[in-house]
């Protein structure tokens, strides 16, 4: 009963860790200057937190998470690599546990300033201040930047000096005006103010160097995904990461007009051969992606047919097709960016590959 199963066919996502150092080292080409926060939230991007963030704790100067529990996991798994926390700390028992684990905090509020000026801690905080310069969703507004930063130079509980941060509304925008907007407003609110800054996540660091400053945050680019409409990874000298595979579980005859999948939408407009994968919503495959979706075959493109179901779903092998069931399919990988595939779905690239659930295999590599 405790014999690992045969592999049933089920999808998995391969994991390329020498990708992931090479992502890394590119990013270092394009701020040789700036240390690095590695962005390691949700599950690093889909691609497995602790694994991920065990391969890029040596080679970055800080890992980056949304959660007080996505730094619990790191720190309990013995990685001792600094880590920054983004959405937590909102109580003194929360500042307590972020200085016994020798996290960082970003601080994004009043309330929080008051939490840990109450926090009973074992040694002072490293305290990332975030003012809203624009992006107008967490962080400290232009009024309150001043008054804040004098509170947190006298508050005991913090380490000086004290980090200055914040975040970009359109960085992804070329012809936008509001990056170099923000970074003004930024640079006008902090004159003559003590501590690195850090501006630039991934779009940024790619097109805006101006902004790259003492620390860069990259998310995206580190898993070899393009943060820019239009441009693929390959385009920047990213290498994508994560390959998401499966294989066909059977290849039908089906007949012109008939219909495939709930709701019976699509009918083929000739007889042909279709091929049923074993990939679904359930494993983090959009329910909603469009028929004509392309997906590899044996290294050849197919089209999704029909609506996806949990499970499993299908595609136009075409009437002359050779595959048997066993055939590799690609959802997306180095061949098939996930790029390409997220826009034909209407969707962005950090929306899918976030999107695979805790049940999809993940096998890493390199």
Not at 28 to 51: C, D, E, N, T
Not at 256 to 267: D, E, K, L, Q, S
Not at 287 to 303: F, H, Q
Request: glycine content about 8%; proline content about 6%; hydrophobic content about 40%.
């Amino acid at each position: 009963m405790n014999q690992t199963p045969p592999y049933s066919g089920a999808p998995f996502a391969t994991i390329d860790l020498t990708a992931l150092q090479h992502n890394v080292q590119q990013i270092r080409r394009w701020a040789p200057h700036s240390r690095m926060m590695a962005m390691v939230k949700a599950q690093a991007y889909g691609h497995g937190l602790l694994p991920i963030a065990k391969a890029l704790a040596p080679a970055v100067e800080c890992l980056g998470v949304a959660r007080l529990e996505e730094a619990y996991q790191c720190r309990a798994a013995g990685i001792t690599t600094p880590i920054t926390i983004f959405n937590s700390g909102s109580t003194a028992a929360e500042m307590a546990w972020i200085a016994e684990h020798h996290c960082e905090l970003v601080l994004h509020s009043q309330e929080q300033l008051s939490a840990l000026a109450g926090a009973k801690v074992t040694h002072p905080i490293r305290v990332w201040l975030k003012i809203d310069t624009g992006l107008h969703r967490l962080g400290i507004t232009e009024q309150q930047a001043a008054f804040v930063y004098q509170k947190l130079l006298s508050c005991r509980q913090v380490q000086q000096p004290i980090g200055l941060l914040s975040h970009f509304s359109c960085a992804d925008e070329s012809a936008s005006t509001r990056t170099q907007q923000q970074m003004a407003r930024f640079d006008r609110l902090t004159q003559g103010w003590q501590g690195p800054h850090s501006l630039a996540a991934s779009a940024a660091i790619v097109q805006w160097p101006q902004t790259h400053r003492e620390w860069i945050r990259p998310g995206l680019i580190l898993y070899g995904i393009s943060p820019l409409p239009g441009v693929l990874a390959a385009d920047l000298g990213l290498k994508p990461v994560m390959t998401l595979k499966s294989r066909l579980l059977a290849v039908r005859e089906h007949l012109a007009n008939a219909p495939v999948g709930y709701g019976a939408h699509w009918r083929s407009l000739r007889d042909t051969q279709l091929g049923v994968v074993a990939l679904g919503y359930g494993d983090g495959y959009p329910r909603d992606a469009p028929s004509g979706t392309l997906l590899l075959v044996n290294g050849r493109l197919v089209p999704l047919v029909g609506r996806v179901s949990m499970d499993l779903l299908t595609v136009d092998l075409d009437p002359t097709a050779c595959e048997q069931s066993g055939a590799e399919v690609i959802a997306w990988g180095p061949e098939l960016p996930v790029e390409t595939v997220a826009q034909s779905m209407g969707m962005s690239a950090y929306e899918l590959v976030t999107r695979l659930p805790n049940r999809m295999i993940r096998h890493y590599a390199g």
